[in-house]
């Protein structure tokens, strides 16, 4: 199907040997996809080899064993050169029928699945006074990302590196530039506070809890001693530490008197080499202060719980993001959990967490791109200073997820249906899938324009290699859209999810996780 080509409006699910007559559900879009191709379905086949017989069974399988570290020989991957669904099948009913062969399935790229309920309230005996949690919507935020293995440089006073909460996802190869020597042990707790709310342990029954649990946390002390001095001159040589050791956010819960050309320039090779640097405004009541203030970087300032803006909160329009900074708990010095001092580098560490959190879902993202999304994704705040977006992690992290829109959630036979689309920005490209799952099974849409019986023959991308340049929203079906709005008769009665997913081209594997619209049809 070219881009100027109309698909079909009355399509057809194929099941079986008979055809069920359906208005169709159709996501051809075909105005904004590019051309159409084939793509894989599954990486493989899964399959497990009876006892007795040995590893060498098939030579052409890559065995889990010697990938997990496992000592059972029995369980493998058929990593033939996968190709259509036909062919898979073929190889399928092959495996199943060698008596050698305990079962055999295919390794699915990924079922397609709901974004998850909001997570549930952590278990953590801090968490029930983090406001935080709440005012940024950081459950919805969990159940899509939690930050997995993204590196957050913390270029402070240190981390206390034994902290129970902390320890788990703390990297080993943090520097002490502060003293001269490889421990960046925390002596005075500001690191500790800052390292808590991005990534403390969440649910482990004690402390507090992290935006981003699952971040990888690089320690880099640059205050010497138990002080809270540093110079331009350490920083600018542990920012370039980070850059050296693979950090893809950093965050400054820190301010300089003045803007200096080292530490610009090093600020220059982090955000070259595509590094998000997080800053905190400062905390005195005035304009921005440096590093935050120096372009590209993402400057922070602080809001209360009444979401306004804090009066000693620096402010201007250097501001990407506002976040909570007062009446904060994390992690503290020592091993335990509490309350903390209020401020701008209270804030800043949630906003890294949240950009931690978009780099787990698309690592590809930009830093332009991520900016876009916080300063997008907030809450208006208006203060006399001008008017500031509030963090918001739940859209921020959910906005970069393909979604179909239904018009209602209930309806008759009789009635028609509208749908609307949302596509995000994308860093990179990707495969789009269409799915909807039936009372009477789950169906995939082919390029044909063809609805197909998924438990059959597999799942098929709309289109292959789409990159969204930008945020694309608009009516599918409906008035103003490519197609007319669709009419629902003869369709049984029952629950109906429209499913659709974004998968990397470059690593096959899900962007994020997958959005459900369901409807029901219910019978008159």
């Given at each position: 199907m070219d881009n100027d080509a109309k698909p079909p409006l009355n399509v057809h699910f194929r099941r079986g040997p008979?055809?069920?007559?359906?208005?169709?559900?159709?996501?051809?879009?075909?105005?904004?996809?590019?051309?159409?191709?084939?793509?894989?379905?599954?990486?493989?086949?899964?399959?497990?080899?009876r006892p007795g017989y040995g590893p060498h069974t098939?030579?052409?399988?890559?065995?889990?064993?010697?990938?997990?570290?496992?000592?059972?020989?029995?369980?493998?991957?058929?990593?033939?050169?996968?190709?259509?669904?036909?062919?898979?099948?073929?190889?399928?009913?092959?495996?199943?029928?060698?008596?050698?062969?305990?079962?055999?399935?295919?390794?699915?790229?990924?079922?397609?699945?709901?974004?998850?309920?909001?997570?549930?309230?952590?278990?953590?005996?801090?968490?029930?006074?983090?406001?935080?949690?709440?005012?940024?919507?950081?459950?919805?935020?969990?159940?899509?990302?939690?930050?997995?293995?993204?590196?957050?440089?913390?270029?402070?006073?240190?981390?206390?590196?034994?902290?129970?909460?902390?320890?788990p996802n703390m990297r080993s190869d943090g520097f002490n530039f502060g003293d001269g020597n490889p421990t960046p042990q925390d002596q005075v707790g500001h690191g500790t506070n800052v390292a808590g709310l991005v990534a403390a342990v969440c649910n482990n029954g004690a402390g507090a809890c992290g935006i981003a649990d699952q971040a990888r946390l690089l320690p880099v002390k640059i205050s010497q001693g138990a002080t809270l001095t540093f110079?331009?001159?350490?920083?600018?040589?542990?920012?370039?530490?980070?850059?050296?050791?693979?950090?893809?956010?950093?965050?400054?819960?820190?301010?300089?008197?003045?803007?200096?050309?080292?530490?610009?320039?090093?600020?220059?090779?982090?955000?070259?080499?595509?590094?998000?640097?997080?800053?905190?405004?400062?905390?005195?009541?005035?304009?921005?202060?440096?590093?935050?203030?120096?372009?590209g970087i993402i400057g922070v300032s602080s809001v209360n719980q009444s979401g306004q803006l804090v009066s000693t909160a620096n402010r201007g329009p250097q501001v990407a993001v506002l976040a909570p900074g007062t009446h904060m708990v994390s992690t503290r010095l020592g091993g335990g959990a509490g309350t903390i001092q209020d401020g701008t580098s209270f804030a800043s560490p949630l906003v890294a967490g949240t950009v931690a959190q978009l780099l787990a879902v698309d690592p590809s993202l930009s830093r332009d791109q991520i900016r876009s999304n916080l300063m997008g994704s907030g809450t208006s705040v208006t203060d006399a200073s001008g008017t500031y977006v509030a963090l918001n992690s739940g859209k921020s992290v959910v906005s970069l997820l393909p979604d179909l829109i239904a018009s209602g959630q209930s309806f008759a036979s009789s009635d028609a249906l509208t749908v609307a689309y949302s596509l995000p920005a994308l860093g990179s490209a990707v495969d789009l899938y269409v799915a909807v799952d039936t009372p009477f099974g789950p169906f995939c849409l082919?390029?044909?324009?063809?609805?197909?019986?998924?438990?059959?023959?597999?799942?098929?991308?709309?289109?292959?290699?789409?990159?969204?340049?930008?945020?694309?929203?608009?009516?599918?079906?409906?008035?103003?859209?490519?197609?007319?709005?669709?009419?629902?008769?003869g369709l049984p009665s029952g629950r109906y999810v429209w499913l659709i997913a974004a998968v990397s081209r470059s690593s096959g594997k899900v962007v994020g996780t997958i959005v459900e619209s369901p409807i029901s049809i219910v019978a008159q």
């Amino acid at each position: 199907m070219d881009n100027d080509a109309k698909p079909p409006l009355n399509v057809h699910f194929r099941r079986g040997p008979g055809l069920l007559a359906l208005r169709a559900l159709v996501l051809a879009a075909a105005c904004m996809l590019p051309a159409i191709a084939p793509a894989q379905v599954a990486r493989g086949i899964i399959f497990k080899v009876r006892p007795g017989y040995g590893p060498h069974t098939h030579q052409a399988s890559r065995w889990i064993s010697r990938r997990v570290g496992v000592e059972d020989d029995s369980v493998a991957v058929d990593v033939a050169r996968p190709g259509p669904a036909a062919r898979l099948h073929r190889r399928l009913a092959q495996l199943k029928g060698d008596p050698r062969i305990e079962y055999a399935e295919p390794n699915f790229l990924g079922k397609f699945e709901d974004v998850p309920a909001p997570a549930g309230a952590p278990n953590d005996p801090e968490a029930a006074n983090a406001w935080w949690i709440d005012a940024v919507a950081a459950r919805q935020a969990w159940a899509v990302s939690r930050g997995r293995d993204v590196t957050v440089a913390l270029l402070d006073t240190g981390v206390d590196l034994s902290h129970p909460d902390l320890a788990p996802n703390m990297r080993s190869d943090g520097f002490n530039f502060g003293d001269g020597n490889p421990t960046p042990q925390d002596q005075v707790g500001h690191g500790t506070n800052v390292a808590g709310l991005v990534a403390a342990v969440c649910n482990n029954g004690a402390g507090a809890c992290g935006i981003a649990d699952q971040a990888r946390l690089l320690p880099v002390k640059i205050s010497q001693g138990a002080t809270l001095t540093f110079d331009s001159a350490t920083l600018a040589e542990a920012i370039d530490y980070a850059i050296l050791h693979g950090a893809q956010v950093i965050n400054l819960s820190l301010t300089l008197s003045d803007q200096t050309q080292t530490v610009a320039s090093a600020l220059e090779r982090a955000l070259a080499a595509g590094i998000a640097v997080v800053a905190a405004a400062g905390n005195g009541g005035g304009t921005v202060s440096f590093p935050a203030n120096y372009p590209g970087i993402i400057g922070v300032s602080s809001v209360n719980q009444s979401g306004q803006l804090v009066s000693t909160a620096n402010r201007g329009p250097q501001v990407a993001v506002l976040a909570p900074g007062t009446h904060m708990v994390s992690t503290r010095l020592g091993g335990g959990a509490g309350t903390i001092q209020d401020g701008t580098s209270f804030a800043s560490p949630l906003v890294a967490g949240t950009v931690a959190q978009l780099l787990a879902v698309d690592p590809s993202l930009s830093r332009d791109q991520i900016r876009s999304n916080l300063m997008g994704s907030g809450t208006s705040v208006t203060d006399a200073s001008g008017t500031y977006v509030a963090l918001n992690s739940g859209k921020s992290v959910v906005s970069l997820l393909p979604d179909l829109i239904a018009s209602g959630q209930s309806f008759a036979s009789s009635d028609a249906l509208t749908v609307a689309y949302s596509l995000p920005a994308l860093g990179s490209a990707v495969d789009l899938y269409v799915a909807v799952d039936t009372p009477f099974g789950p169906f995939c849409l082919l390029p044909s324009g063809i609805w197909s019986d998924a438990s059959q023959a597999g799942y098929q991308p709309v289109a292959t290699s789409y990159l969204g340049l930008a945020t694309a929203q608009g009516t599918l079906f409906g008035q103003g859209g490519p197609f007319p709005t669709l009419s629902l008769a003869g369709l049984p009665s029952g629950r109906y999810v429209w499913l659709i997913a974004a998968v990397s081209r470059s690593s096959g594997k899900v962007v994020g996780t997958i959005v459900e619209s369901p409807i029901s049809i219910v019978a008159q």
